[in-house]
């Protein structure tokens, strides 16, 4: 059994976090992670206060196991969904798109441990001396929002600036991933995209029929001429919208306009049309629906199986 320090920082069985995929990881998503030996995340994005307390809530209702909460640091009322974080004493927080030095003793003092993501070396050592319990190095393969540096590349250089564990993000969806994130110096991974076709992911029919048939190349980075990068599923949308991001055809303005309410056009109404489908380039290796604990239990498997193997290959 593969078993790591992040485990024992995080009273899990199996050293996965499932990422707090905006308006996808919900409590029943995050309890069932939870429940299968992993770490729950419930998604605070879009800034809904009374929202997040009920995900909360409902996830404390929906198991006994650790679950944490994920905040978007540049979205609204962070500072009131921090103090609920530290109110409610949920297992741990991920923190994106900023650092959150500013939180940390509160958080620390409510006993939540603090793992920010990163997507450089030079954050990841800014939040470690602000006293981060570990960090998520996350690589251009995730879905989301995405940094520039690749995973493979990314991981080993955040192990060796910082000395708190480090987990590795992007394009992980198998044992596979599993192992070469621990031989990068890793203690553990978080997985999104794979969890959207869990059976306890509440994601439009659309949106699961869109990653299973996904392959290799079926994802497209766009906004970065705004500067939030965001990986998704190839769509007519989305091709248009990155031809004209280049274009200098339409204003910044209209390009936000256009991006306005995608997700839940994806996510809620499973829009084929108007919908952005976020999703890692590890798409095409998820073709099957399964509940949280068979994602889970297969992927350790076959990492065990791996580890096993790679004794041959020692001499």
């Not at 995050?30 to 929202?51: F, Q, R």
């Not at 209702?61 to 609920?84: H, Q, R, Y």
């Amino acid at each position: 059994m593969i078993y790591t320090k992040i485990c024992d920082l995080l009273g899990i069985k199996y050293p996965i976090l499932q990422g707090g995929m905006a308006h996808i990881s919900d409590a029943v998503l995050a309890a069932a992670v939870s429940d299968a030996g992993g770490l729950g995340i419930i998604s605070a994005a879009g800034g809904d206060v009374e929202k997040t307390e009920k995900e909360i809530d409902k996830c404390f209702s929906l198991t006994s196991k650790p679950f944490g909460v994920n905040i978007m640091l540049m979205g609204e009322n962070i500072d009131e969904i921090a103090e609920l974080v530290a109110k409610k004493k949920v297992a741990a927080v991920t923190t994106g798109a900023g650092n959150p030095e500013k939180y940390i003793p509160m958080w620390k003092e409510a006993g939540v441990k603090v793992i920010p993501v990163v997507a450089s070396s030079a954050l990841a050592k800014l939040v470690a001396r602000s006293g981060a319990d570990a960090v998520i190095a996350e690589g251009t393969e995730s879905g989301g929002h995405v940094g520039e540096m690749t995973t493979m590349a990314l991981v080993p250089q955040v192990v060796d600036t910082v000395d708190i564990p480090v987990i590795a993000a992007g394009g992980i969806g198998d044992g596979r991933g599993i192992i070469a994130s621990l031989a990068l110096g890793a203690y553990g991974v978080q997985v999104g995209t794979r969890f959207l076709l869990a059976g306890e992911c509440n994601i439009s029919r659309t949106y699961k029929e869109k990653l299973l048939k996904a392959g290799d190349t079926a994802t497209i980075v766009t906004g970065r001429r705004l500067g939030h990068p965001v990986r998704s599923i190839k769509t007519a949308l989305w091709r248009e919208y990155s031809r004209l991001e280049y274009t200098g055809d339409v204003t910044d303005e209209q390009l936000e306009e256009m991006g306005k309410g995608t997700l839940r056009a994806a996510v809620v109404d499973g829009d084929a049309k108007k919908g952005c489908f976020l999703a890692g380039q590890i798409s095409g290796l998820c073709n099957k629906e399964q509940s949280a604990q068979e994602i889970i239990e297969e992927m350790f498997t076959q990492a065990e199986e791996i580890m096993n193997g790679v004794k041959e290959w020692v001499r």
